[in-house]
Nanobody, 124 residues
């Protein structure tokens, strides 16, 4: 079994920054992809960013240029640096992992494991 634990959420003013972390533990594989999704109240969960085994990165248009996904391969940890935050970024952010994969999916159904979510609130 794999566990994903997110941290780093909180309340920030518009224009501010937050850094989310997600650490994986348990049974893992040498190749993996990790991603971030978010779900705002009353909306469906949506893709935010993903990073592949080869460190290729993918972003939703709404966050491109403001968010950066990165990872620490030695610890199987993924980060999401969020800058220039906007009130519309308010959501619960979820970390996801797909092990044994060389590509980074941008659709949630392709991920095998999920974290519990961390709340990000951006005030105007």
């Amino acid at each position: 079994q794999v566990q994903l634990v997110e941290s780093g959420g909180g309340l920030v003013q518009a224009g501010g920054s937050l850094r989310l972390s997600c650490a994986a533990s348990g049974r893992t594989f040498s190749r993996y992809a990790m991603g971030w999704f978010r779900q705002a109240p009353g909306k469906e969960r949506e893709f935010v960013a993903a990073i592949s085994w080869s460190a290729s990165t993918y972003y939703a248009d709404s966050v491109k240029g403001r968010f950066t996904i990165s990872r620490d391969g030695t610890k199987i940890t993924v980060y999401l640096q969020m800058n220039s935050l906007k009130p519309e970024d308010t959501a619960v952010y979820y970390c996801a992992a797909r092990f044994g994969s060389s590509y980074a999916p941008t659709t949630e159904y392709e991920y095998n494991y999920w974290g519990q979510g961390t709340q990000v609130t951006v005030s105007s």
